[in-house]
């Protein structure tokens, strides 16, 4: 297949590509840095493109098969005012953009695979499956402006798969290695009252869920990209220190505390989301690391 990818040079993108490029596929790497990277693989290529400008190459639309839209500014960066800005404006024109792009050909692509996020729901200690309304606040409003951004794709008879991700852990970026100076030292915590859930993904698995998406025709609509195992704040707090082999005996970090050094920012690490995993089990994907105590010891051998 021949597919397109938005924000390829982000944490997951840089994990994804390989993996398609080993499954055959060619690939077209859109950037927004004019100097394109010179390549000797004849499967992939890079595109310039500017969502702030509308701007785009028409041409590497033509005889391609899906789209996977990974664009977006990161939210673990403080929410000002002008990183909101940037946070709305990276997802909602770069998905409008492809979007517009994918129709105006006149042959349109069959396929478009999207992140999304699991702030779209509520803080609640139930198990939310895909079904669940959103919830309230600007990181459940950006998530669900971003997935309905793409929905005129569904409306034009393209298969549209949308993941709302949960917590990606990984060896070289994320939450993970931002916690990792802290447990190493012995000075790791749980923060608030611990008791928060969270839903977590090796990247492994959520590469591997891209993959499956593309490649089977039939899987259409929402999907909770997380493990079947969510966890405590406390005991994933916990499980790492155990895996570091290192104390876990700290008080619980207080949320007011968290709340003057992050701002708003501080309910992605307050705010409890357990989400369910049946729905893309029950399509057919298999877990590598479906537990937390394998996923963290695959990790940090790697550090």
Not at 132 to 151: H, M, Q, R, V, Y
Not at 178 to 204: C, D, N, R, T, Y
Request: proline share 4%.
């Amino acid at each position: 297949m021949k597919i397109i990818i938005s924000g390829g040079s982000g944490l997951v993108g840089s994990h994804l590509i390989p993996k398609l490029l080993q499954r055959g596929h060619s690939i077209v790497n859109l950037t927004t840095k004019r100097t394109i990277r010179e390549t000797y693989d004849p499967k992939f290529m890079e595109s310039y493109w500017s969502p702030k400008e509308a701007k785009i190459d028409h041409i590497i639309f033509d005889k391609a098969d899906a789209v996977i839209n990974l664009a977006g500014f990161s939210v673990s960066n403080r929410w000002t005012k002008e990183n909101r800005t940037r946070m709305i404006d990276s997802r909602i024109d770069s998905t409008g953009l492809l979007v517009s792009a994918i129709l105006d050909n006149q042959v349109p692509i069959q396929t478009f695979v999207s992140a999304s996020a699991s702030g779209f729901y509520s803080s609640s200690d139930v198990t939310q499956s895909e079904e669940e309304i959103k919830g309230t606040g600007f990181l459940p409003d950006l998530t669900a402006d971003w997935e309905n951004a793409s929905t005129s794709l569904s409306h034009n008879g393209i298969r549209r798969v949308i993941f709302r991700i949960g917590v990606v852990l990984a060896a070289e970026d994320g939450a993970l290695v931002k916690m990792l100076p802290f447990f190493k030292l012995g000075l790791g915590s749980a923060v608030g009252s611990g008791k928060q859930w969270m839903s977590w993904i090796h990247i492994e698995d959520l590469c591997e869920m891209f993959v499956f998406a593309v490649e089977s025709k039939n899987l259409t609509g929402t999907y909770n990209a997380a493990t079947p195992y969510p966890v405590s704040n406390k005991d994933f707090s916990a499980l790492l220190a155990q895996t570091l082999k290192r104390p876990f005996i700290l008080p619980k970090v207080p949320a007011f505390a968290l709340k003057l050094a992050f701002g708003e920012m501080s309910s992605l690490l307050l705010e409890s989301r357990k989400l369910s995993s049946k729905k893309i089990e029950n399509a057919g994907y298999r877990f590598v690391y479906p537990e937390l105590s394998g996923a963290l010891k695959q990790l940090l051998t790697q550090k």
